[in-house]
């Protein structure tokens, strides 16, 4: 399961927040609606994606390169 190994822990909160990202620029109503409980996860992993881009695309690259050089 990925949520044993660390590195597959942080590939899905990475993918997780890439996803709610492209999911807000194309439908912006679907996470502005829900920005508290449960789904409200989805709103901040959203808004995250959108400050820190460069950061979070820096991360993609590194961990593509990782899977395809180190596993």
């Known amino acids: 399961s990925s949520f044993f190994h660390f590195q597959s ?11 709610c ?3 807000r620029a194309q439908f912006p109503s679907i996470l502005d609606k829900n920005k508290s409980g449960f789904l409200g996860l989805f709103w901040k992993a959203a808004r995250i994606g959108e400050r820190l881009s460069p950061y979070v695309s820096l991360c993609c690259i590194v961990m593509g390169l990782r899977y395809l050089f180190y596993t």
Do not use: E, G, Q, R
Not at 9 to 19: A, D, N, Q, S, Y
């Open 21 to 23: 990202t492209y999911i």
């Open 9 to 19: 822990l942080l590939l899905v909160i990475l993918l997780t927040i890439c996803t």
